[in-house]
């Protein structure tokens, strides 16, 4: 059961901060909480507990975060958040809510202009906006409201008695549709922009498994944008790109090993309409790297038969999880294996830029199967856009063969990569028994759909 005023009082709020200072283990823990909270609240309180690290870490707040403070005008006294596990599982982490706050008005283009944060949630979406934007949550659910207000005044120093004026019950659609109606409200006033993070769990902690099982649905989506003068969605990074119309800018955000989000930028704030982006963060925020071309019709124009091929999942348990393949026809030729092997990065995966980025550097760049997302090249492809190795042999996927690849590179700690091929990569490498001085990767893939090994060192370039 979820206990708000619970939670955020001063004195569960004490006992968490000396509790911590104290490094109390779970039993400690549960007998003090014995002596003065009933079995329910004990219970709420160390479920909590567990999450305060999580969403201190998440969000750069409080005593684990004393290096960002500054920078992101949070109080060092701001400890403590509102949530449980799901809100703060699907809430926007401080790298992309710093980024994305670069996409909104600022400075005086700002004042006096009002967001609405539809489905808001705990509020991850709101934490960083820029200080002159009035943020206003709306959600159906009222424990998610509490948060969404709790926590505006500690991430955006609302006051208390202001935080029901930025706080809205309702349905995000029926919301939308009287935004630009007459009949605006101190209790629901107008906004100029929209955000919005659609529902797409159904199952604590389980993902949906269908992409467009939204809620609403990003056809619902695209209606409460026409309510706006602009705003983001955030959709799944691999929601089908034909689905979402001209006229929007499309970004693919992530860090260096991930693509996290894919947003949708509505009216005006999406500046370069008809493009897609792909962006590289770093840990508060900053910009890494940053691509961005016009939308392609012929990438986008595969039936779902064929983006299936494309997107076959091969990920398999092991030492070196491998992320969704994907790739397009569109893209890169298909060729032999040439000097270079590279993974492009996940952005540029999951926004099918790699071959175009790949191109441009190096016009041998190609594909060795289809819908594999290894490219090979003369030339080694630059970071951060993707991780390149020098080939060092290769050779059928044989246990004789391989064993002989790396006795002849005297190769003795090894890390093996997989696309297209189904082994367990802890066993793998104990049945090769690598024995040597040197280190390198092994390649499990294809070269034009036969299985194929590739023995390749990091290049340094």
Not at 100 to 115: F, M, N, Q
Not at 252 to 273: H, K
Not at 374 to 388: C, D, G, N, Q, R
Request: aromatic letters at 8%.
């Amino acid at each position: 059961m979820f206990a708000p005023q619970l939670l955020t009082s001063t004195a569960v709020q004490d006992f968490i901060r000396d509790a911590f200072k104290r490094k109390m283990d779970a039993l400690q823990v549960s007998t003090h909480l014995a002596k003065e909270f009933s079995n329910e609240d004990r219970a709420s309180i160390m479920d909590y507990m567990a999450l305060v690290p999580k969403f201190r870490e998440k969000f750069g707040i409080g005593e684990t975060a004393k290096k960002t403070v500054q920078e992101c005008a949070i109080p060092a006294s701001a400890s403590f958040l509102l949530c449980d596990k799901l809100a703060l599982e699907q809430s926007t982490a401080q790298d992309i809510g710093r980024w994305k706050a670069s996409l909104w008005p600022s400075g005086e283009t700002a004042i006096g202009k009002t967001v609405h944060d539809l489905c808001c949630g705990m509020g991850g979406d709101s934490f960083f906006l820029p200080q002159e934007l009035t943020a206003i949550g709306v959600d159906l659910d009222e424990n998610r409201l509490a948060m969404y207000r709790y926590n505006s005044g500690v991430m955006r120093g609302i006051p208390q008695e202001s935080h029901d004026a930025h706080a809205i019950l309702g349905d995000v659609r029926e919301v939308a549709k009287e935004n630009d109606s007459e009949s605006a409200t101190p209790a629901r006033p107008k906004a100029d922009y929209f955000t919005i993070d659609p529902a797409r769990r159904a199952i604590e902690g389980e993902n949906q498994r269908d992409l467009r099982n939204l809620t609403p649905t990003f056809e619902e989506v695209i209606e409460i944008s026409k309510h706006y003068k602009g705003g983001m969605a955030k959709i799944p990074p691999g929601y089908p790109i034909c689905e979402i119309p001209r006229g929007t800018e499309i970004i693919y955000i992530g860090s260096r090993t991930d693509c996290r989000e894919c947003l949708v930028l509505f009216g005006e704030l999406a500046p370069n309409p008809d493009h897609v982006r792909a962006v590289m963060v770093g840990k508060t925020g900053e910009t890494i790297a940053d691509w961005s071309f016009i939308r392609d019709e012929k990438r986008e124009a595969r039936n779902e038969s064929e983006q299936s091929q494309y997107d076959h999942n091969y990920e398999l348990e092991g030492r070196d999880r491998i992320y969704r393949t994907s790739s397009s026809e569109s893209d890169l030729p298909l060729g032999g294996v040439s000097k270079f092997i590279a993974e492009p990065a996940p952005v540029l995966l999951r926004s099918h830029l790699f071959g175009t980025v790949a191109l441009a550097h190096d016009e041998t760049t190609h594909l060795i199967s289809p819908g594999i997302a290894y490219v090979t090249s003369e030339k080694p492809l630059p970071a951060p856009a993707f991780a390149t190795y020098e080939i060092l042999e290769s050779s059928e996927i044989s246990t004789g063969a391989v064993r002989a690849m790396l006795k002849s590179h005297d190769i003795g700690k090894l890390t093996l990569k997989l696309r297209g091929v189904k082994v367990d990569p802890d066993q793998e490498i104990k049945r090769l028994k690598p024995k040597g001085k040197n280190a390198a990767t092994l390649f499990y893939t294809r070269l034009d759909g036969e299985k194929i090994a590739i023995l390749a060192k990091r290049s340094e370039l």
